[in-house]
Structures are given as C-alpha cells and as structure tokens.
C-alpha cells in the first residue's frame, strides 16, 4: 500500500470505535460464543481501543510539539532575513507566487 492511499490514523481509530460498538452487541448477543469466552473478548477489544486512543494522545502532543519547534525555528529563520513571521496562509500565497514566477 503506498502512503497516498493510506488512511489516516485519526480516520482509523473512529472507523475501530464504531465497529467495536457493533462487535461488542454481536459477541453479547451470540449463542455460538460460549459464556466464558465473551468475557476475555470483549476485554482483549476494549483494551485494544483504549491503548490505540492513549497512543493517539500521545502522538498528538508530540506532533504539537515538533510543529511548534519547526515554526519556531522557521520563524527565527525569516527574522533573521528580515521577513515577516511565517503564518500558514503566508506560506500558501508564497508558495503559489514562487510555482506562478517559474
């Protein structure tokens, strides 16, 4: 699978939530899956969903993180060259001038 086709890992974990809605009622309500089984099964899905939730946390923050270092850094960059701070609708408008002046 190549990275454009990949979903995003957002979109993954809210696809997971709403089927872990749907298999929780099937495994509760199956008269295939013995009694003891269910228990551990429906622990072992739960489990899984909230380490993939606490993992999606904990990448957000670092995400945060690094952005804000980059645009620090970017920032001090521009500074330096007597530039105006960067803002993200800036950068677009810079980035259509310089692909439009080629």
């Given at each position: 699978?190549?990275?454009?086709?990949?979903?995003s890992r957002?979109?993954?974990?809210?696809g997971?939530?709403?089927?872990?809605?749907h298999?929780k009622?099937y495994?509760?309500?199956?008269?295939?899956?013995?009694n003891?089984e269910?228990?551990?099964?429906?622990?072992?899905l739960?489990?899984?969903?909230?380490?993939?939730?606490k993992a999606?946390?904990v990448?957000d923050r670092?995400?945060?993180?690094?952005?804000?270092?980059?645009?620090?850094w970017f920032?001090?960059?521009?500074?330096?060259e007597?530039k105006?701070?960067?803002?993200?609708?800036r950068l677009?408008?810079?980035?259509i001038?310089?692909?439009?002046?080629?």
């Open positions: 699978m190549r990275n454009n086709d990949r979903v957002k979109k993954v974990l809210w997971f939530s709403i089927v872990l809605k298999l009622w495994i509760e309500t199956s008269e295939v899956i013995p003891s269910k228990g551990p099964l429906l622990e072992s739960t489990d899984a969903h909230r380490t993939l939730v999606d946390r990448e670092y995400r945060k993180e690094e952005t804000g270092q980059l645009e620090s920032n001090n960059r521009r500074a330096a007597g105006k701070p960067w803002k993200e609708r677009v408008d810079e980035l001038r310089a692909i439009l002046k080629k």
